[in-house]
């Protein structure tokens, strides 16, 4: 069974900087499309962003755009979130996903990401952001 493990989580100040990392402990085929996802207490879980096997096709939500950068490194099945200028409502529980189980191609994976019907997923990693 393939795992997430996730890491780089913590606490900073408003205006601060984390990157959270998500290792998978082998290959498998929903990988071709990964997410971050994050829920802040008392709201819904959120996709933020995904991106897609090669790294070429990425995208982010409204919500982090110009912040927040996802990437990968296929060669270590890895993938990346860099949080820049964050901000008091970013504080929440981030979660990397691997991809839908069944399908494939980029706008699946974007769907799949604003639907939250991602195969796999990590246990999650708490970003605290003070003002």
């Known amino acids: 069974q393939v795992q997430l493990v996730q890491s780089g989580g913590g606490s900073v100040q408003a205006g601060g900087s984390l990157r959270l990392s998500c290792i998978a402990t082998?290959?498998?085929?929903?990988?071709?499309?990964m997410g971050w996802f994050r829920q802040a207490p008392g709201k819904e879980r959120e996709g933020i962003a995904a991106i897609y096997t090669g790294g070429k096709s990425t995208y982010v939500s409204d919500s982090v755009k110009d912040r927040f950068t996802i990437s990968r490194d296929d060669a270590k099945n890895t993938i990346y979130l860099q949080m820049n200028s964050l901000k008091p409502e970013d504080t929440g529980m981030y979660y990397c996903a691997t991809g839908p189980k069944h399908g494939s191609g980029w706008p699946l994976c974007v769907r799949a990401e604003e639907e939250g019907a991602f195969d796999i997923w990590g246990k999650g990693a708490q970003v605290t952001v003070s003002s």
């Open positions: 082998r290959y498998t085929y929903s990988m071709n499309c």
